[in-house]
């Protein structure tokens, strides 16, 4: 799989001289120096003075060394946690177009009421083979439709087709910037966002990050007046120019994050602001039909191994119903956790 540099930052040599060796060497010239000159000092004596000229010129050299990697104002700790991408990071690609058509067909067979985003990722996972991408440049996706009906399984499924690790950030959780953007020191839970400690964790570039639910995300002030609002916070993102060189506040590096595929769930974009809605315009999906549940059931009964008789009785209930707008893949999936439970009962004695 190929790799590119993630990082904006220079990591040291590894077979680099310790501070022991240019300490040594430091001294070692020094005397060659002073014998070269006749000023030999008795048992090539090395005094304090010249200890402390050593020691200065060792904080310099290391100084210097610290500025040119671009982590010269990190902590021991925060450089040790950079070091993960020394050699970059890895993106997990789409090889051809007939791959691209294998992952949509996948994924369009097990949720075809989601037929239009589907559509919208399928062609750009093609475009992206014509172009000769190194992985897949899948634009931002806002799917906004009636609750229940698998926006973010659809994500998940997505991201587990293209092999690639996933993240869910929940925005009625977490309604700040701070899950995505990370926060600088000073906050009590400083640190980097969960983009950033997602691809930290894996080693791959081009993850699948949801926020799900973003239009009931609030915004939180600071005592100094200061607002953060998650989906102002996720503007830089969504811009292939400017996330590639996007700077995290924790530790102030810049990092290209322009390969994640970013899928935002909604249920309206009543509250979304309008440079959100800009870059990220919604998809808007329709309510499950009775042929979409009763689907559901028979793929998810058959991949629990369960009696076709008792997926039939929960395709019963389901039609008896009549009204598909009152029943979500939830409910199905609650009624075939039920039926399971039954059917793996231990017996009683």
Request: hydrophobic fraction near 40%; proline fraction near 8%; charged fraction near 25%.
């Amino acid at each position: 799989m190929p790799r590119i540099k993630f990082a904006d930052v220079s990591f040291p040599d590894p077979n680099s001289p310790s501070v022991f060796d240019i300490e040594h060497r430091l001294k070692q010239h020094l005397i060659n120096f002073r014998e070269q000159m006749g000023k030999c000092k008795p048992d090539n004596q090395i005094s304090d003075r010249d200890r402390r000229n050593i020691q200065r010129k060792i904080a310099a050299y290391k100084d210097a060394v610290s500025r040119r990697s671009g982590m010269g104002h990190l902590a021991d700790k925060d450089r040790q946690r950079l070091e993960v991408f020394r050699h970059g990071a890895e993106l997990i690609s789409v090889e051809s177009e007939h791959r691209a058509d294998e992952i949509a067909s996948s994924i369009h067979s097990e949720m075809p009421w989601m037929a239009e985003a589907t559509a919208r990722i399928w062609q750009d996972m093609r475009a992206s083979v014509r172009n000769g991408d190194l992985a897949p440049r899948l634009k931002p996706l806002l799917l906004v439709g009636p609750p229940g009906i698998g926006k973010t399984f659809w994500a998940r499924a997505l991201a587990q087709h293209l092999m690639v690790p996933t993240s869910v950030i929940e925005a009625t959780g977490e309604p700040a910037s701070f899950s995505v953007t990370g926060s600088q020191r000073g906050w009590g839970s400083a640190g980097p966002g969960k983009p950033l400690e997602s691809i930290m964790a894996s080693g791959v570039a081009n993850p699948v990050i949801v926020v799900d639910e973003i239009e009931k995300a609030g915004t939180v002030e600071s005592l100094r007046g200061q607002r953060f609002n998650l989906s102002e916070g996720l503007l830089p993102f969504l811009e292939r120019s400017t996330a590639a060189q996007w700077s995290c506040p924790y530790f102030r590096v810049s990092f290209d994050m322009s390969w994640i595929t970013w899928v935002m769930t909604a249920n309206s974009v009543d509250g979304l602001p309008a440079p959100f809605l800009s870059r990220c315009p919604p998809l808007k999906l329709s309510p499950l039909s009775m042929e979409h549940l009763l689907g559901f059931a028979d793929r998810s009964g058959t991949e629990r191994n369960l009696p076709p008789e008792a997926v039939g009785a929960v395709k019963d209930v389901i039609e008896a119903i009549k009204a598909p707008q009152l029943i979500s893949l939830r409910s199905v999936a609650r009624m075939l956790d039920s039926v399971e439970q039954v059917i793996n009962r231990p017996p009683l004695h």
